[in-house]
């Protein structure tokens, strides 16, 4: 099918023809007539990478009424990047197309700037919901007469915490408008939204529900936690041209990986929230421009990257909301092309690996982070290759041959090509040359173990991470069934790593954990103070033995009865954050 078939004005034909599209992807060809019609309101399952914002945008722009001065259209959307990206779109799409004006407001921008601009007269909004409300609230926007309203990403606008916000947009739209609404996932809180805003909505899925696209091909490599960051460099150095964002849990570990890819010479930087507007905008300008060939990046942070031609992505740590691993493999394989998501896991963290294969309704492939050996054969190669077709600038090198031809005449045509090789080839063969094979043979991952899992070299978890015990008064009572969930809340709010984290014990009311000394400092310090719903939480270093010898017991059940007393009154607050908890 051609775009001209789709029923598209002659102005926004020239404006897509001149940005380069060909054809219409399947979700273009499948909604835009939909749309165009505007009978019905809309639910369009797919991730960005489909052309999902050509899909909503180019029958919305065809709808704008240019004669009348009003906002006639409203796109929300979780972040800033994506914001402007779209809005950015919108303006290609309409370059043709006399009397659309498009505004993008969004936080941590000048909000007067942004009033000065609607001022002006703009038909159509593409906010983020926060700084959307404030605009409303100060009244500098009114959608009175919005006919069209765009929920892009809703399950990342939920995700972040904008359920109110957007009910309170939705609120100050007119009844007659019609909703269109875009969601990679379709969690029960955004069926929700479908139920109780849209009227029999009209539905398109771009892929299976819930899945991610067709064309990533999604593998684990399980490797001991201490080994990640090697398997990290093997697969960045066994695929010479990758182009890839590397995701982490916490902020911590994407500083810590980008620094430790920086110090080993990668072009690699980091995305987190710890950095600046201005230092995010850097860093993602030169990813952009492919100045950088890894970013290390938090879920976070990287929300609304859409960078075409990523190759890779890796999941250093699976995400806590399985959900997220959608959204970023979705980074990759975009417009149509193939992509590859890569995540290393650990043994103890192996039973996750289920939970990912059902949100994407496909199998993960169990592949092997490459040997020393493989790496070197693939650089070779790529280095011959690249001899192959290097262009030879004749002129440039002319007043060097001679001498050049001087000095190397004494070598043969087979030690020449074996030195010049040898140039770049031996950085591979002395970074690889003792490189073992760092794999967890899968048939040695114990089922059903959890934390407590020793690791198959060294045991680090028990000299380092079961050093130092700590108490915390936190336990099953607060929501969490098992020692992995109170490890994700414990990383999530300390920036400790997981593996710094040995033994586990989870009692009703309080729990035990061996952890390295350092990161047992950082608990108490981040911890300390923090609340779960009504009570402080209190994170202490215990003088209990580690392993629970009959004086340790001895203790710990004295604490816990200690403490269990004291936190009679609390129960009601117990109860509200295991309800909270059930309900995210
Ligand atoms: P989106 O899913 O809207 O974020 O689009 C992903 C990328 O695909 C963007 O860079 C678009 O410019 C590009 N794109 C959208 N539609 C087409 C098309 N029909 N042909 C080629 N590229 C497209």
């Not at 789709?6 to 102005?11: D, E």
């Not at 065809?62 to 972040?79: K, S």
């Amino acid at each position: 099918m051609t775009f001209e078939e789709l029923g598209l004005s002659k102005s926004i034909l020239k404006a897509v023809k001149e940005i380069g599209f060909e054809q219409p992807s399947e979700i273009q060809e499948k909604s835009i007539p939909v749309l165009l019609d505007n009978e019905r309101d809309y639910v369009g399952l797919a991730q960005t990478g489909t052309g999902k914002t050509a899909a909503f945008g180019l029958p919305m722009i065809q709808q704008i009424d240019p004669d009348y001065r009003a906002i006639q259209a409203l796109v929300l959307c979780p972040t800033r990047e994506l914001c402007l990206q779209i809005a950015n779109e919108l303006e290609a799409y309409s370059k043709y197309t006399e009397g659309v004006n498009v505004v993008a407001v969004y936080g941590g921008a000048s909000i007067t700037d942004q009033i000065r601009k609607i001022k002006k007269g703009v038909n159509i909004v593409v906010g983020t919901p926060g700084r959307t409300i404030d605009l409303i609230n100060r009244k500098a926007l009114s959608f009175d007469s919005v006919s069209k309203l765009v929920l892009d990403e809703a399950d990342e606008m939920l995700n972040m915490g904008f359920q109110e916000d957007i009910d309170e947009i939705l609120k100050s739209t007119p009844p007659f408008k019609r909703t269109w609404l875009f969601s990679a996932t379709m969690p029960k809180e955004v069926e929700k939204i479908a139920n109780n805003y849209m009227e029999d909505p009209f539905k398109i899925t771009v892929g299976t529900k819930n899945s991610s696209a067709k064309n990533i091909d999604h593998r684990y490599c399980l490797v001991n936690g201490r080994d990640k960051y090697y398997a990290l460099r093997r697969f960045i150095d066994v695929y010479p041209g990758m182009f890839g964002i590397v995701f982490t849990r916490t902020r911590k570990e994407a500083k810590d990986v980008a620094e430790k890819l920086m110090n080993d010479g990668y072009n690699a930087d980091a995305l987190h929230g710890d950095l600046s507007q201005a230092q995010r905008d850097t860093v993602m300008g030169k990813f952009r421009k492919r100045n950088l060939q890894v970013l290390v990046a938090t879920d976070v942070a990287a929300r609304g990257i859409d960078v075409d031609d990523v190759t890779h992505v890796f999941h250093y740590e699976l995400p806590d909301e399985i959900e997220s691993y959608t959204h970023r493999s979705g980074r990759t394989a975009r417009a149509g092309k193939s992509g590859m998501s890569i995540a290393l896991i650990s043994p103890t963290k192996s039973s996750r690996i289920k939970l990912v294969e059902k949100q994407i309704g496909k199998k993960l492939e169990l592949i092997k982070a490459p040997t020393g050996e493989d790496i070197c054969g693939v650089q070779l190669m790529n280095l011959i290759k690249n001899v192959q077709n290097v262009e030879v600038n004749e002129r440039g090198i002319a007043p060097y041959v001679a001498q050049i031809h001087e000095h190397l005449k004494d070598f043969s045509k087979e030690e020449l090509v074996e030195r010049f090789v040898s140039v770049e080839f031996n950085r591979f063969l002395k970074a690889y040359q003792k490189a073992g094979d760092i794999n967890v043979d899968p048939g040695k991952v114990r089922k059903g173990r959890d934390r407590d899992e020793k690791p198959s070299r060294g045991g680090r978890r028990d000299s380092d991470a079961n050093s130092n015990r700590v108490f915390i008064n936190v336990g099953k009572m607060d929501g969490f069934e098992n020692k992995g969930q109170l490890l994700g809340f414990i990383c999530n709010h300390s920036d400790i790593e997981g593996t710094s984290v040995g033994k586990i014990d989870l009692f009703d009311s309080f729990s035990f954990l061996g952890i390295e000394e350092e990161s047992g400092q950082q608990l108490i310090e981040k911890m300390n103070g923090k609340r779960i719903e009504n009570r402080d939480i209190r994170v202490e270093f215990s003088d209990d033995k580690p392993k629970g010898g009959k004086k340790g017991k001895r203790k710990t059940e004295s604490r816990g009865e200690r403490r269990g007393g004291k936190r009679g009154d609390d129960r009601g607050g117990n109860r509200n954050f295991k309800e909270r908890r059930k309900r995210r």
